[in-house]
């Protein structure tokens, strides 16, 4: 079976600032990991996934995650934070059943001037 | 490039009727899903298809019906809607693959009174 916990329901940084997002997850199986970004009253957009290969993975808007398969984490990080970025960002994990995706709880993340 | 449609955008019910929401996909995509987000819950999985004919139930699927009769199309029944109901319903698919995401359409904000 698999999970992910997101920890910290809210994240208030300053722009410019990193910031950091943090997903772990629990996978009986070899999981696939992906972050979602979804802005308001807007559906989920992928910002960027781990398969297999590379553990550093880049995906859009500057965002950047790494899978590390000893602390069964999956931390969203960006170097410097800009006001489009405030959002609400959703880790997700599917595994051996491809069509299901297993959702964290979300990260509403609010950017100040 | 419409990618997955879903209507209505908004929904106002009365406890005890009945309506469908419907979710179009353009992909070609063999899976097809429904969740409904609610505060500090994250997307929980109604139902899901793996396929034209075939359905099966997810994390809260009590009170809503599916069916596949095409690829194209899954649409969500309620039965008789409840105010627990309220929730923002999201439909998504996936081609099924092990390094594809799940695409999701714009959401239905549906309210019971």
């Known amino acids: 079976a698999q999970s992910v916990t997101q920890l910290g329901s809210h994240v208030s940084v300053s722009e410019g600032a990193l910031v950091l997002l943090r997903c772990n997850y629990s996978s009986s199986v070899p999981p696939y990991l992906f972050w979602y970004v979804q802005y308001p009253n807007q559906g989920l957009q992928l910002l960027l996934k781990y398969t297999t290969g590379a553990t550093l993975v880049k995906g859009i808007n500057g965002f950047e995650a790494e899978f590390k398969k000893s602390e069964t984490s999956f931390h969203l990080t960006k170097p410097s934070a800009h006001m489009s970025d405030a959002a609400e960002y959703f880790c997700?994990?599917?595994?051996?059943?491809?069509?299901?995706?297993?959702f964290g709880s979300g990260t509403k993340l609010n950017v100040k001037p | 490039n419409a990618g997955v449609t879903q209507t209505p955008k908004f929904q106002v019910l009365k406890t005890g009727q009945s309506m469908t929401l419907q979710c179009a996909q353009d992909m070609n995509h063999e899976y097809m899903s429904w969740y409904r987000q609610d505060p500090g819950m994250g997307l929980r999985l109604i139902h899901y298809?793996?396929?034209?004919?075939?359905?099966d139930q997810g994390e809260v699927p009590n009170g809503y019906n599916v069916s596949r009769s095409t690829t194209e199309d899954f649409p969500l029944r309620l039965l008789s809607a409840a105010p627990s109901q309220t929730s923002v319903y999201f439909c998504?698919?996936?081609?099924?693959?092990?390094?594809?995401?799940?695409?999701f359409g714009q959401g239905t904000r549906l309210t019971v009174v």
């Open positions: 997700a994990v599917s595994g051996n059943n491809f069509n299901k995706f297993y």
């Open positions: 298809s793996v396929g034209a004919g075939i359905t």
């Open positions: 998504a698919s996936s081609s099924g693959t092990k390094n594809t995401e799940a695409f």
